[in-house]
Nanobody, 125 residues
């Protein structure tokens, strides 16, 4: 089970930190990812982190502004979002998947088999 939190309303240029709490699975063995879905659009990849945290991946639209991290002891994954823009407005979802201890990051939705419920991020202009 994945529980995302930390969303809210922020002005352009502001920051938010999303959190995702994992339970019920060997969280620390799997890749974690963040996706987002804006109204009327497809769910899109935002960021991914390997089981150890040694490898990360970002969508071009957020690279340099967002940072993904994880704490395997606490079974948490985070998404620090800085310099937010109105186009970042979406529901953000955390997900986990892939092979145990694969060391890979995955950019496609199909690689993830467990999803959280989403948290709303709204960036006002």
């Amino acid at each position: 089970q994945l529980q995302a939190s930390g969303g809210g309303l922020v002005q352009t240029g502001g920051s938010l930190r999303l959190s995702c709490a994992a339970s019920g699975r060997a969280f620390n063995a799997y890749t974690m990812g963040w996706f987002r879905q804006a109204p009327g659009k497809e769910r899109e990849f935002v960021s991914s982190i390997s089981w150890s945290g040694g490898r990360t991946g970002y969508a071009d639209s957020v690279r340099g502004r967002f940072t993904i991290s994880r704490d395997n002891v606490k079974a948490m994954v985070y998404l620090q979002m800085n310099s937010l823009r109105p186009e970042d407005t979406a529901v953000y979802y955390c997900a986990t998947g892939g092979r145990r201890y694969s060391g890979e990051v995955y950019l496609d939705r199909a690689s993830y088999d467990y999803w959280g419920q989403g948290t709303q991020v709204t960036v006002s202009s």
